[in-house]
C-alpha cells in the first residue's frame, strides 16, 4: 500500500502547488502508475470497479441531474449566493473555464480520484479487509487527500472561511485580529472540508459497490463542473 500511497501523495502536491495547469497529464500518469500497481499486485478490472457500465451511466446521470438542481435551489437563495463565489471560477476567462470545465475536472481531479481511491485502494483493502475496512480507509485518505485543495478554496472564497468562525467582525483598525480570525477560519474550513469529502467518500464508495466507477464518477464531475458554471452565476445575481 506504501507504494500507492506514495504515488497519490505525489501527484497531490503536484497538482495542488507545483503544476496544476498540467494536472491532467500528472493525474493519467499517476492514474496509469497507480492501476500498474494494482495489476501486478494481482486486483482485477472488476475488482477495482470497471463494471456495470450501463447501470452506472444512469445512476451517474440521475445523481448529476440532483447536484444540478441542488445548484439552482442554492443560486436562488439570496443568503446561500455569497458561498458559491469562489475566485478560481471568477478570476479566469470563458477559454479557462471551458478547460476546467472538459479537462482540468474529469482527467485531471475525477480520474485520478475514483480510480485511485475508490478503485485501487479500496479493492486492495477489500479485498484483504473486507467492505467496510476498505470503504473506511479509501474514504479517510479521500478526506486527507482534500487538505491542500481546502487551504486553496478558503483564500479563494472569504465568505467560506468568515462563516467557518464565529468571531465577529471587527472595525478596520484591528486589522491583526481579523488576520487571526481569517487563519482560523482556513483551519476550520479545511478541517470541515477533510471531515466532509470523507463523509462523501462513503457515498462514493457505496455506489462504487453498487454500480462500478462510473456511478461516483459523474456525481463527481457534476459536483465540480457545476460549481465552477454556478459561481459565475451567482456571481452575476443580486445578493439580496
Not at 36 to 65: E, N, V, Y
Not at 113 to 136: C, D, H, I, P
Request: charged share 20%; aromatic share 4%.
Amino acid at each position: 500500500m506504501l507504494p500507492i500511497i506514495a504515488v497519490l501523495a505525489a501527484a497531490n502536491v503536484l497538482n495542488n502547488r507545483v503544476a496544476p495547469r498540467l494536472a491532467p497529464l500528472t493525474s493519467a500518469a499517476a492514474t496509469g502508475a497507480l492501476v500498474a500497481l494494482a495489476r501486478r499486485r494481482g486486483l482485477s478490472w472488476r475488482d477495482m470497479g470497471f463494471t456495470d457500465g450501463r447501470r452506472g451511466a444512469l445512476a451517474g446521470a440521475a445523481l448529476a441531474a440532483g447536484v444540478a438542481a441542488g445548484y439552482a435551489a442554492a443560486v436562488a437563495h439570496p443568503r446561500v449566493r455569497p458561498l458559491l463565489y469562489d475566485e478560481r471560477a471568477l478570476g479566469i476567462s470563458r477559454a479557462r473555464l471551458a478547460e476546467e470545465i472538459l479537462l482540468q475536472v474529469p482527467v485531471g481531479t475525477v480520474l485520478l480520484e475514483e480510480v485511485g481511491f475508490r478503485g485501487v485502494v479500496y479493492g486492495l483493502v477489500e479485498r484483504s479487509r473486507g467492505r467496510l475496512a476498505a470503504t473506511a480507509v479509501s474514504s479517510g485518505l479521500f478526506g486527507l487527500w482534500h487538505v491542500l485543495p481546502a487551504i486553496a478554496m478558503a483564500r479563494a472564497n472569504p465568505a467560506v472561511a468568515t462563516l467557518a468562525t464565529k468571531t465577529p467582525k471587527r472595525g478596520k483598525s484591528d486589522t491583526g485580529a481579523d488576520e487571526n480570525s481569517m487563519k482560523m477560519g482556513v483551519v476550520n474550513c479545511t478541517v470541515g472540508t477533510v471531515l466532509a469529502t470523507a463523509g462523501a467518500g462513503v457515498i462514493f464508495s457505496e455506489l462504487r459497490r453498487r454500480y462500478g466507477l462510473l456511478a461516483p464518477a459523474m456525481l463527481h464531475s457534476a459536483t465540480n463542473a457545476f460549481g465552477y458554471v454556478t459561481s459565475r452565476i451567482a456571481r452575476r445575481l443580486p445578493r439580496n
